[in-house]
């Protein structure tokens, strides 16, 4: 265990090493802070829900699919690219926003009032989290990384399946769509756990400001895949 904690350190220290050269960073350049992280997250929450509400309203098959695509190539240009993510941050959560608005618009048919239950079951989970972790409760280590990333596999491959009309004992029906809104949660919330510690982590290496952004951004994707989940959850019904 000893070994894999040295280990994890190392990479930690590498991926951080390459951060800051993604970002130029100089002894002058103003620190890395969780609290200039997450109000950076909010702002990227409000232009989610400013370009939520377009999609909702709009209810476009369209601007739904225009929102998925163009969220997904953002975020792996902001994950794979750091020194984009002061532009691509804002522009993911606007095309999440459209998208998600959209998607929820069509659960609110049969569900009336999902939209602001599911912000704020989103927003709840997310301040429970961050608690969890910030009081010690919860700890990042190697095997929490490493169940995160393969239970997100799993959770993927029974998603495929279940697209192309394979079944799984348990989540057929309304309570299988909320048994996988459930497991979603949980893995976005890990996945949350792994953000707030490379966060802390990145406070603690003085990493410059605009590195803020790369984290706000992972912090974002999480939110989304959240709120997805909490949609199937609450509307499991329909």
Known sequence: ?????????????????RMGEAYGV???????????VYDKVAFLAVLALLSGTVGYLAAAPGLIMLGIFA??????????RPATARVVAPLYALAEGLALGGITSYYAV?????????????????????????????????????????????????????????????LGGQGGMFVIGVIGVVIGVLYLFIDFDYIQHGEGRALPAQAEWYAALTVM??????????????GNRR
């Open 110 to 170: 049969q569900t009336h009032g999902i939209a602001p239950a599911a912000i704020l079951f989103t927003g709840g989970i997310f301040i429970g989290a961050l608690v969890l972790f910030r009081t010690g409760i919860v700890k990042v280590t190697p095997r929490l990384v490493s169940m995160t990333i393969i239970a997100s596999f799993g959770f993927l491959a029974v998603l495929l399946a279940s697209a192309f009309g394979l079944s799984f004992p348990g």
């Open 1 to 17: 265990m000893a070994t894999r904690m040295t280990n994890r350190s190392a990479r930690m220290e590498q991926a951080f090493d």
């Open 71 to 80: 969220g997904l190539g953002l975020s792996l240009l902001g994950v794979f």
């Open 221 to 234: 994707m999480s939110i989304v895949f959240i709120y997805l989940n909490v949609l199937r959850m609450l």
């Open 26 to 36: 100089v002894a002058a350049a103003e620190p890395f802070s969780a609290v200039g």
